[in-house]
């Protein structure tokens, strides 16, 4: 004889897949829904809020439908959170504002990184470089390879001999 607590862990999913990623089932609706990429915790409050869900929830408790309105919400974001919540502002292209979710996040910062060494910008030419883009110190900060600048004294005593020969 199946009791209750059966029937509701038949219809638990361990696995919740939205936006072709893979969620968590046994984290809340808030922590596991920045498990997407651009979506974030403030976005996945405002989700939660626009549903009027349980915050505490469990993901995988959720029905399909809900599971399925939460991704409608998620398509529809430009309607429903104010302009400075989205990631792609005032789009180059378009000129409008969206907000890229899923793989369109890291497809677009390609494009938008080959669109910068194209039209050969400074950013886009550091990028080409492999040099710091925002204005970091490269003087002493992100060095590759061999050290700069720092000799040991058995070193320095070793180029001496061989100058003198």
């Known amino acids: 004889m199946a009791t209750d607590s059966d029937k509701e862990d038949s219809e638990f999913k361990y696995i ?30 405002i989700i939660v809020d626009q549903l009027e869900l349980d915050r505490r929830a469990r993901i995988g408790d959720l029905p399909d439908d809900k599971i399925e309105e939460i991704e409608k919400i998620l398509k529809e974001l430009p309607d429903v959170v104010p302009p400075w919540l989205l990631n792609r502002r005032k789009d180059l292209e378009t000129g409008e504002d969206h907000h890229r979710i899923g793989p369109e996040l890291g497809i677009g910062l390609r494009d938008d990184i080959n669109m910068m060494r194209k039209i050969r910008c400074y950013r886009g030419i550091r990028h080409e470089t492999g040099q710091k883009v925002r204005g970091q110190r490269t003087r002493s900060n992100g060095r590759s390879g061999l050290t700069v600048g720092v ?3 058995a070193a320095r005593l070793a180029m001496r001999q061989k100058k003198k020969e």
Request: cysteine-free; overall charge positive.
């Open 16 to 45: 919740v897949r939205i936006m072709n990623t893979d969620l968590q089932g046994e984290k809340p609706v808030v922590v596991a829904l920045p498990g997407v990429k651009g979506v974030g915790v403030r976005t996945a409050e």
């Open 151 to 153: 000799m040991k004294k």
